[in-house]
């Protein structure tokens, strides 16, 4: 089992900069494969925001915060974060943060997500 807990989320101009953290938790985090962060705006579905291997230095992205948002991780602190830059009105949403605990795994261990809202 996983426990995450997400914060730094909040408001912020267009064009703007914004960090969030997610911190792992729990005896499976030992097992950890990759974390990753996706976002679920008012109305629509949950989508995928990146990914991080836990043990190795990839990472993959939406084609919508590709060249704009870097994920990265603190093996020693379970942290991931998640660098947002030229944050855009469409950006609004709660981001979340999932855990993979094996490759042929789905993300899962949802935190409780922290509100990022960008105004213009």
């Known amino acids: 089992q996983v426990q995450l807990v997400e914060s730094g989320g909040g408001l912020v101009q267009a064009g703007g900069s914004l960090r969030i953290s997610c911190v792992a938790s729990?005896?499976?985090?030992?097992?950890?494969?990759?974390m990753g962060w996706f976002r679920q705006a008012p109305g629509k579905e949950r989508e995928f925001v990146a990914a991080i291997m836990w043990n190795h230095s990839i990472t993959r992205y939406s084609d919508s915060v590709k060249g704009r948002f870097t994920i990265s991780r603190d093996n020693a602190k379970k942290t991931v974060y998640l660098q947002m830059n030229n944050l855009k009105l469409e950006d609004t949403a709660v981001y979340y943060c999932?855990?993979?605990?094996?490759?042929?795994?789905?993300?899962?261990?949802w935190g409780q997500g922290t509100q990022v809202t960008v105004s213009s």
């Open positions: 729990g005896r499976s985090t030992v097992s950890l494969y990759a």
């Open positions: 999932g855990a993979k605990v094996a490759k042929t795994a789905d993300f899962g261990s």
